[in-house]
C-alpha cells in the first residue's frame, strides 16, 4: 500500500482534449499525492484544474523531452490513437511511466480481427468471424451466411467502420466500400461477423499485465437523437452503473472474458496494462464480447470518475509501473454509492458539419451538475468559446437515476449556447429499468 504521508509528490501529464481527459483531470487534481498537473493539449476546461501544454502527442521525442524537463512521473494516455502509435513503449523505454497499453497490447482495440483470434484461441464468447484481406475471399464467405450480418474494416476508423448489413447486398456493398477504400488504411483488411442480438453493457477494468481490478459498468447512447434514433456519434450520454450487469454477470464477465483475456495476452509476451474496456452484449446464452478498447470510454469517464470515491493515482500508477514496485494485487477501490449521468452538449449540425467560435454563457451559475468541457477553449478575457462537434459533458449524481437525471439536465438548462444542443432522454432504459 502506498503511505501517502512519506510519498514523494507526483508530477502528471495527462495526453488528449475531451471530456474524458477533462475528467481525469479533474480527480488527478484531487489527489494529495499530486504536485503539479499538466495536460497536453488540453481544452478550455482541463486549464482550471491543470496547466494545459500545447505538445504534439504524435511527436513521441517531443512528449519524452517535455516529461525530462518537468520531471513527470506518470503520463495518462487519454486516446486509442497515441497508444497504437506505440508512445507508451516509447516513454517506457525512455524510463517515464506510462497508463496505457503499448503498440502489441493495444492491438486489442487497434485490430478487431487480431482481438477475435485471440478470442478464437482463449475460448473467449464472442460473434463468428471471418477475417479477410481481399474481397474475392470474403465474398465467398459472405455466401455461406445469412442476414443480418455485421461487416467491420480491422483497423481504426473513429468508431464509423461497422456496417450492419440488414440484407446479403449491403454486405456485399460493405465489403466493397472497406475495400475501396472508405476507411482508408483502417480497411486494408476486414471482419464479417454474425449479427448478435442483445443489450449492450460496457465493463471497465484495470489490469497491470497480471492483476485485474474491476472498476465499474456503464452504458452510453451512440445515436445523435433521442429515442435512440439517427446516426452514430462518439456518444451522446452515460450513465453508470448499469444495472442490466448485475454482478452474476460481472462475475462471468470476468471469468469468460476478461481473465482469458488477460492470460492469453501475458502468454503472448505482451502482458495488458491500462484500462481494458469492453463493450459486451448480454445475448439470451451470456454476455459475449462485441470489442475491446484499450481506453477510457468518453463519455463513460466522466460517469466513472464522478461516482470513484478513492484517490485514482495509487490505481493508474499501479497500471504503469515498470519495475513491478507497485501493483494492483492489494488495492481496492471505494465508489459512491450513486448513480451518475451525463449528458453531452454539442454543436448544433454534429455529427454532420457544425460552426465553431460560439460562445457559451452559464457555465458559473452550474451547481446541480460538474461541466466537463471537450470542445472548448478560452479566450485571454475568459470567455468560453465552442471548437469541436461534442462541446460540453453536464455530468451529476444522484442516489436515484432519474435524480441524477434531473440534476444533469438542471445543469444543461443553467448554460446559454443557442449554437448547441444535447438529446433530452438520456438514461431512458434505466429510468424505465428503475420505475418497474
Ligand atoms: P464496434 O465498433 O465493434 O463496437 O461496433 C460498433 C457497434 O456496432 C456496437 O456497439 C454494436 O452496437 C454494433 N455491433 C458491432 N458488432 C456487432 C455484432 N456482431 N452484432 C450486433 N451488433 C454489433
Ligand atoms: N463512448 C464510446 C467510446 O468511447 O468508444
Known amino acids: 500500500m502506498t503511505d501517502i504521508n512519506s510519498s514523494p509528490k507526483r508530477n502528471i501529464l495527462v495526453l488528449g482534449s475531451g471530456g474524458r481527459e477533462h475528467a481525469l483531470c479533474w480527480k488527478i487534481a484531487q489527489s494529495p499525492l499530486l504536485d503539479a498537473l499538466y495536460c497536453a493539449p488540453g481544452n478550455g476546461g482541463t486549464e482550471s484544474v491543470a496547466h494545459n501544454v500545447s505538445l504534439d502527442m504524435a511527436d513521441h521525442a517531443a512528449v519524452i523531452q517535455f516529461c525530462q524537463d518537468k520531471n513527470i512521473h506518470l503520463v495518462v494516455i487519454g486516446p486509442e490513437a497515441p497508444l497504437v502509435a506505440g508512445l507508451a513503449d516509447d516513454l517506457a523505454a525512455a524510463n517515464i511511466p506510462a497508463f496505457g497499453p503499448g503498440f502489441e497490447a493495444a492491438q486489442l482495440e487497434g485490430s478487431k480481427g487480431y482481438t477475435k483470434d485471440l478470442c478464437a484461441e482463449a475460448n473467449i464468447p464472442t460473434a463468428a468471424y471471418g477475417r479477410f484481406t481481399n474481397a474475392k475471399d470474403a465474398l465467398a464467405y459472405l455466401e455461406t451466411q445469412n442476414a443480418p450480418i455485421v461487416v467491420k474494416a480491422d483497423g481504426l476508423a473513429a468508431g464509423k467502420g461497422v456496417i450492419i448489413a440488414e440484407t446479403m447486398q449491403q454486405a456485399r456493398d460493405g465489403v466493397a466500400d472497406i475495400f475501396d477504400g472508405a476507411f482508408g488504411e483502417a480497411g486494408a483488411e476486414l471482419v464479417i461477423e454474425e449479427f448478435m442480438t442483445g443489450e449492450e453493457a460496457s465493463f471497465f477494468v484495470l489490469c497491470d499485465g497480471e492483476n485485474a481490478l474491476p472498476l465499474a459498468t456503464a452504458q452510453d447512447h451512440k445515436r445523435v437523437g433521442d429515442g435512440d434514433t439517427g446516426p452514430n456519434t462518439g456518444g451522446m450520454g452515460a450513465y453508470s452503473p448499469a444495472s ?25 509476451g505482451t502482458p495488458y496494462r491500462g484500462v481494458l474496456y469492453a463493450g459486451l452484449m448480454l445475448t439470451p446464452e451470456g454476455p459475449k464480447l462485441v470489442e475491446y478498447n484499450a481506453r477510457f470510454g468518453d463519455p463513460e469517464c466522466q460517469v466513472l470518475m464522478m461516482r470513484l470515491a478513492s484517490d485514482i493515482v495509487p490505481a493508474l500508477e499501479a497500471c504503469a509501473s515498470l519495475d513491478g514496485s507497485t501493483s494492483l494485487a492489494g488495492l481496492t477501490l471505494e465508489w459512491h454509492q450513486d448513480m451518475a449521468m451525463c449528458v453531452v452538449m454539442a454543436a448544433n449540425g454534429y455529427p454532420g458539419a457544425y460552426e465553431k467560435g460560439s460562445a457559451i454563457g ?9 461541466v466537463f468541457h471537450a470542445g472548448t477553449a478560452r479566450d485571454a478575457d475568459g470567455t468560453v468559446r465552442a471548437i469541436g462537434g461534442r462541446v460540453l459533458n453536464v455530468t ?13 439536465y438542471a445543469g444543461v438548462d443553467t448554460i446559454e449556447w443557442p449554437e448547441g444542443f444535447c438529446r433530452r432522454d438520456i438514461g431512458h432504459k434505466e429510468i424505465a429499468r428503475e420505475a418497474d
Open 244 to 268: 442490466i450487469m448485475t454482478q452474476e454477470l460481472i462475475d462471468i464477465s470476468m471469468r469468460q472474458v476478461i481473465h482469458p483475456t488477460l492470460q492469453a495476452m501475458a502468454k503472448r
Open 362 to 370: 452559464g457555465l458559473d451559475k452550474v451547481d446541480a451538475a460538474t
Open 396 to 408: 451529476a449524481r444522484g442516489k436515484t437515476v432519474a435524480q441524477a437525471q434531473a440534476n444533469a
